[in-house]
């Protein structure tokens, strides 16, 4: 009886180890399950000049890879590999087969990968990945059909192209200073419009349309503009304690680290951070251009102040001073007019309100979107009648002007920007400038498209 009982003891414990052993393998890395990981599109857009690159990796290591192209009559094996040392990350190029050709302009792309695992009866585990490859060596066609004439500094222009691909990926206006701009389509498939702006704080001005297909295949077109160069004034302002005392502090207010400056930091941190910022929100607004296909775009001359006389310009490069000395600078990246008191602001041309609300220097300040990127707005209100979401019609009266933000009397600072950068309202203030920039352009356009 012992003897049995102290055979049953081992057995059990021999099954235990065997159990044991059998998780440990199951659970070791050198027994690992997952498969390596093959890094390429599913679809590849190729343009038989820059190699098709892959990514592989695995957590234990590859052992090999290969890879073949399938060009729909003939295979053949691009790279195959054993390697002594297991790699976890492997980035390869597939360069052009010299060999091969695509008479379809399709093929497959085929990659196998087995990593250094014991799993699988020492086989390891294996991965395959098919991928679809699309030929495509044609740069997208892209030309210019119409342009405004001229550019000045600080200004506005007009532009119409003609840009198709079988597989376009993106295209946009390419400027000397970072900023790109969006077209949007124009009257027939194929064909786009893109207002353009010169900001006025860059000195040069260069402007080429870029497109761009899947297969990396690129198309340029440089805008033939004539640019005009135009100076802007300069003017020096002595600052006064009770405008730093009153409008310069109480804007301060809002922010809990001006507590402590004194009044220049305090006037520096409104006039340069506090602008910047509230910069950068009309910024982001007014880049966006609609996507609804344009086939006029009639524009009346702006005049949003009946009799508005000018107190303050465009472009102006204003230079603070303090008891003499140079404290602080800005541009004035409006048109400033004066009337009456609380006067009426009149939406000259319709749009959809796209901002209404308070905004640190510019106060209250309704802003509106017209299409194609054109926005304008209106800053000092004392009141505001419409609000974010609303369309306006031409003629409406939108806000009464006033002296809330960075102001020292009532008025009216009338804003225009070009997706994202102010430019000068008297352009868009000028029905002759319109009709000659804008609407002769796209009217000549139409024609020039129809006639092919
Ligand atoms: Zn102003």
């Given at each position: 009886m012992r003897n049995r009982s102290k055979g049953i003891y081992i057995a059990l414990a021999l099954l235990g180890l065997a159990g044991f052993g059998g998780y440990s393998i199951y659970t070791s890395t050198a027994f690992e399950r997952e498969a390596p990981i093959v890094e390429v599109a599913d679809e590849i857009y190729w343009n038989l000049k820059e190699p098709i690159r892959v990514s592989l990796r695995d957590n234990t290591g590859i052992k090999s890879y290969k890879i073949t192209i399938f060009n729909g009559s003939k295979e053949k094996i691009i790279d195959m590999q054993k390697l002594e040392q297991p790699k976890r990350e492997l980035n390869l190029s597939i360069a052009v087969p010299v060999d091969m050709e695509f008479p379809k302009g399709r093929a497959e792309l085929l990659i196998e990968v087995q990593d250094k695992s014991y799993w699988n009866y020492f086989l390891g585990n294996k991965s395959l990945k098919r991928s679809k490859i699309y030929i495509d060596t044609k740069k997208p066609d892209l030309y210019v059909v119409n342009n405004s004439y001229a550019i000045t500094k600080?200004?506005?222009?007009?532009?119409?192209?003609?840009?198709?691909?079988?597989?376009?990926?993106?295209?946009?206006?390419?400027?000397?200073?970072?900023?790109?701009?969006?077209?949007?389509?124009?009257?027939?498939?194929?064909?786009?419009?893109?207002?353009?702006?010169?900001?006025?704080?860059?000195?040069?001005?260069?402007?080429?349309?870029?497109?761009?297909d899947k297969a990396g295949n690129r198309a340029k077109a440089h805008i033939p503009f004539y640019l005009k160069n135009r100076r802007y004034r300069t003017?020096?302002?002595?600052?006064k304690d009770s405008f730093l005392d009153g409008k310069v502090a109480e804007l301060a207010e809002d922010y809990p680290e001006t507590r402590s400056m004194d009044r220049i930091e305090r006037f520096k941190f409104v006039n340069e951070k506090l602008r910047m910022m509230n910069?950068?929100?009309?910024?982001?607004?007014a880049q966006k251009v609609p996507q609804?296909?344009?086939?006029?775009?009639?524009?009346?001359?702006?005049?949003?102040?009946?009799?508005?006389?000018?107190?303050?310009?465009?472009?102006?490069?204003?230079?603070?001073y303090y008891r003499g000395r140079l404290v602080s600078e800005a541009y004035h990246m409006g048109l400033d007019l004066a009337s009456t008191k609380m006067a009426d602001i009149i939406a000259s041309n319709p749009g959809k309100v796209v901002f209404s609300d308070y905004n640190g220097i510019y106060g209250n300040m309704p802003m509106i979107s017209h299409g194609l990127g054109l926005y304008t707005l209106y800053a000092h209100c004392s009141s505001v009648f419409v609000r974010k979401g609303d369309s306006v019609s031409r003629g409406k009266r939108i806000a009464k002007t006033g002296r809330t933000g960075l102001v020292l009397g009532d008025h009216l600072h009338f804003g225009v920007v070009v997706q994202g950068v102010e430019v000068r309202p008297e352009?868009?203030?000028?029905?002759?400038?319109?009709?000659?920039?804008?609407?002769d352009i796209i009217e000549d356009a139409k024609k020039l498209i129809d006639s092919k």
């Open positions: 600080g200004g506005s222009a007009l532009v119409i192209f003609h840009c198709r691909d079988e597989n376009l990926k993106d295209f946009y206006i390419r400027t000397n200073f970072g900023i790109r701009f969006r077209a949007a389509p124009f009257y027939k498939d194929g064909y786009y419009v893109a207002l353009v702006a010169w900001p006025i704080t860059q000195s040069k001005f260069k402007a080429t349309i870029v497109a761009l003017s020096k302002i002595e600052l910069e950068q929100l009309i910024h982001t607004i609804e296909r344009v086939t006029q775009f009639k524009i009346k001359a702006f005049y949003p102040l009946k009799n508005g006389a000018k107190v303050a310009d465009f472009g102006d490069h204003r230079y603070y352009e868009w203030m000028d029905r002759r400038w319109i009709k000659l920039n804008i609407e």
